[in-house]
């Protein structure tokens, strides 16, 4: 006789520790009823079917976007509140200039009074997750308490969350803890607080992306690049993407840029087609964790299952695989809506908005259809070009790291630095103009170091130590460069023609990492010449090319300055070898008598 399969172990009772934590987290917030996460297909379903009957979701046009879903945030709710964001530790010094700062006691009574209560009449769910492959030793998890279905929807589409993650979580000792409530969305009442030493994020009064979903940004930068330096690995904001030559030779790149530049369009390139025989594949669009190997390489894993993209630009032309990607089964955050009921948002070259990311009848008067920042939220395997080693436990081994940012002038297209520590010197000197991911004034150039700005937990003068530390322990680094595809000419036109074109700049590096490539010193680093990038077929004129390989030795004089009274900021805990870096840079920009990109 057949025996009934036995029932699964109820959540609540797997793991001690998280049923202590939620009954604590209960007693404070006091929800109607809690809900633990199992994490399959069919609760995301059962929950997207909640929110559709709540209104909070528009179910979008069932044949053209099957499965999807639009949502519309608090109009006073749309992006990351980076002056409300703190890292809370004992020393001031410990989260360093970089971050906004309370005394971590003090942090906690305030979310207490915040918390109290605020879940009253709300469901309490509970998203044990897992950041990285369940089965990798890369891998960490963490638990978040949340109000908002929403949120739990997104978590369980952009981490591995539920049962698995739950009983891996049973085994460690450890779990970072990440408390959510929506509150009243009152600006005056938003908070993200982070305790590092203690692993917990408590953040309340925004539903918002980077301010919610407590896996993104709180736990897999800010917490995990304090637990990374503790380690001995890094916790970055970079995409990992594989370059596949036509020899059929797979290399790894991982690329540090600020928000809202081009990250997921890199990670998903389509090869241009005068280079025949290449082929991209994503492993990650915009976190890296990388580990120094057994082997003396740096091996990155990608702690998200899932991306959550920035929407306007995105199109056939800008990102194919992208805009084929998100045809279904995916949640859209304050797009536009069509008559017909297909989200809709700046840079689609068909369709017109009927209702902008409010829910109003759309009026230009009012600005963009869609919200400069809307977003989608989309399972990777739902990408077309998703590489099969996404998933490997040990993860991939990282030929080369990019740098780059939003630069108008200064930065050429690409340079290489002369070795680890001058990469890391050559990191921490991004700057970048702002975008809309994050609340403030977009277009401004600010410094964003490794475009961790808003994302490294700790004082950068002890991480790029850390980073030095890292280098030093390897035996087989990756080669370290800067890149800037926004370049632009005295009339404000963009120099280079970015998306697929840039596989021409990445296959110029891996040629350097294979030794094969030339490069010439232009005091700032190592540039190639006009010549040594393929341009087979490439619409640029020799004129641009030789500006976008130009280094301005005045404009960089100005930038070293600038430079150095940034990194003096940092005082005392500045390495010494950022200086001595930083003054050989000088020593050679002062020592380059002609535009050297275009000599020999
Ligand atoms: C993001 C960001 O959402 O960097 O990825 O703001
Ligand atoms: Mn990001």
């Not at 069932?62 to 992006?79: E, I, K, N, T």
């Not at 638990?143 to 591995?160: F, G, H, K, Q, W």
């Amino acid at each position: 006789m057949a025996t009934a399969s036995p029932l699964p172990m109820p959540l609540a009772r797997l793991s001690r520790p998280v049923a202590d934590w939620v009954d604590a987290v209960r007693a404070l917030t006091q929800p109607a009823e809690v809900y633990w996460c199992e994490g399959t297909e069919a609760e995301r379903e059962e929950l997207t079917a909640r929110l559709v009957r709540s209104g909070e979701l528009t179910r979008l046009d069932p044949v053209q976007f099957p499965g999807c879903h639009l949502y519309r945030s608090h109009p006073a709710d749309v992006a990351r509140v980076e002056q409300l964001t703190y890292i809370c530790t004992r020393s001031k010094d410990d989260a360093g200039p970089n971050n906004n700062w309370m005394e971590p006691q003090a942090a906690h009574a305030k979310m207490r009074e915040l918390f109290r209560a605020s879940m009253r009449g709300r469901t309490l769910y509970v998203i044990p997750y897992c950041m990285g492959p369940l089965d990798s030793p890369l891998a960490r998890c963490g638990v978040e308490i949340t109000d908002s279905a929403y949120v739990a929807i997104n978590m369980l589409i952009m981490t591995r969350a539920g049962r698995p993650a739950l009983e891996r979580i049973a085994l460690e000792d450890t779990f970072v803890r990440g408390l959510h409530s929506t509150g009243e969305l009152d600006p005056q009442r938003r908070f993200i607080m982070h305790f590092p030493e203690e692993l917990s994020i408590e953040s309340f009064g925004s539903g918002y992306g980077g301010n919610a979903l407590l896996g993104k940004k709180c736990h897999a930068l800010r917490i995990a690049s304090w637990q990374a330096r503790e380690e001995g690995w890094l916790a970055e904001h970079m995409l990992i993407v594989g370059l596949q030559n036509p020899k059929g030779e797979t290399h790894y790149v991982a690329a540090a840029f600020p928000s809202a530049c081009g990250k997921t369009n890199l990670a998903m390139l389509i090869p241009p087609e005068s280079m025949p025989g290449w082929k991209v594949f994503t492993v990650g669009d915009d976190i890296a964790w990388l580990h120094p190997g057994a082997d003396g390489r740096l091996w990155a894993i990608n702690p998200e299952a899932g991306y959550f993209g920035v929407l306007p630009g995105t199109n056939r032309e800008s990102n194919r695989n992208a805009y084929d990607m998100i045809r279904r089964d995916t949640l859209f955050t304050n797009t536009a809506l069509t008559a017909d009921n297909r989200p809709w948002w700046e840079g689609l070259p068909a369709g017109t908005p009927h209702t902008d990311w409010q829910g109003r009848p759309f009026d230009p008067a009012r600005g963009p259809a869609a919200h400069p920042n809307s977003r989608f939220t989309v399972s990777a395997r739902r990408n077309p070009c998703y590489s099969p080693h996404a998933e490997d436990p040990q993860g991939v081994p990282i030929s080369a790291i990019l740098f780059g940012g939003r630069r108008r002038e200064v930065a050429p297209l690409v340079y290489e630095a002369r070795d680890w520590s001058h990469g890391v010197l050559v990191g921490a000197s991004v700057a970048s103009e702002t975008t809309a991911a994050a609340d403030g004034q977009v277009g401004v150039v600010r410094r964003d170091p490794m475009a961790m700005q808003p994302f490294c937990g700790y004082n950068f003068a002890d991480y790029w130590r850390h980073w030095l530390a890292v280098g030093a322990k390897l035996a087989r680094p990756p080669r370290l460069f800067h890149v800037n595809w926004f370049r632009r000419d005295p009339q404000g036109r963009f120099l280079w023609p970015g998306f697929g074109e840039n596989l021409r700049v990445l296959a110029w590096m891996l040629d350097r990492c294979a030794g094969k490539a030339h490069a010439i010193d232009g005091g700032i680093g190592l540039l190639p010449r006009p010549k040594d990038l393929n341009t087979a077929g490439l619409r640029v004129s020799p004129e641009e090319l030789r500006a976008l390989l130009s280094v301005d030795r005045e404009l960089w004089q100005k930038e070293v300055a600038e430079l150095r009274a940034y990194l003096r900021g940092f005082g005392e805990r500045l390495p010494a070898q950022m200086w001595a870096e930083l003054e050989k840079t000088a020593a050679a920009l002062g020592g380059v008598q002609e535009s050297p990109a275009t000599g020999e």
